[in-house]
């Protein structure tokens, strides 16, 4: 399809993983992103991976692609509760020159 | 720097008024985008511009939106006339041109 995809919602306990999944649509677009909203607020940039690489780890933060499926996954280490935000998928895709292509983001729920 | 400032934060309106929104991209940024989140469609790339110049404006939804870069630290979106479906929140973001996008903090538009 046309749209890069996320799960909608994610609900997980103080102190578990978080994995939050993404499916893209260009194979050639060079890097990949993600953003994390707060209430209220604009986004701002996690982490982000360039194409060629298969795994990117930063601190609490793991990325991995998947260029064969598209597939694009954050993982969350030790979840705290101000890590409950929107967390956005891009890419950037080389038809759409330097602009990212959002996906509808996953609201990141977490309870104590 | 102070990121990329927008104004108004919110701004309320009727239907069928002219809403002007700002952005003053950070410096040293050729390229700036405007996106337009709603709940319904997620973010959605509206225009961008490289070097003042606009690259692509086909998410643009109606004539009734335009948008200007008359230099490299000013840019605005225009709508006009207004109509109560436009209210969202609209941001814009600024790049060197190698991918990373930085947001601004965003307009909330509600057209009444």
């Known amino acids: 399809g046309e749209d890069v995809e996320q799960s909608l919602f994610l609900s997980v306990r103080e102190g578990d993983s978080s994995v939050i999944n993404c499916t893209y649509t260009?194979?050639?677009?060079?890097?990949l992103y993600w953003y994390k909203q707060e209430p209220g607020a604009g986004l701002q940039l996690l982490t982000y991976i360039f194409s060629n690489m298969d795994m990117k780890q930063d601190q609490r933060l793991t990325v991995l692609l998947n260029k064969k499926d598209k597939h694009l996954s954050l993982r969350i280490a030790d979840t705290q509760t101000g890590d409950s935000a929107i967390y956005f998928c891009a890419e950037q895709r080389v038809v759409a020159g330097t602009a990212l292509i959002f996906g509808k983001g996953t609201t990141l729920s977490v309870s104590s | 720097d102070a990121g990329v400032i927008q104004s108004p934060r919110h701004e309320v309106t009727e239907m069928g008024q002219e809403v002007t929104l700002r952005c003053k991209p950070i410096s040293g940024h050729n390229s700036l985008f405007w996106y337009r989140q709603t709940m319904m469609r997620g973010l959605e790339l509206l225009i961008y511009f490289n070097n003042n110049v606009p690259i692509d404006d086909s998410g643009m939804p109606e004539d009734r939106f335009s948008a200007k870069m008359p230099n490299a630290s000013f840019s605005t979106l225009k709508i006009q006339p207004s109509e109560p479906r436009d209210s969202a929140v609209y941001f814009c973001?600024?790049?060197?041109?190698?991918?990373?996008?930085?947001f601004g903090q965003g307009t909330r538009l509600t057209v009444v």
């Open positions: 973001a600024s790049s060197t041109g190698q991918g990373q996008a930085f």
């Open positions: 260009d194979s050639s677009s060079t890097y």
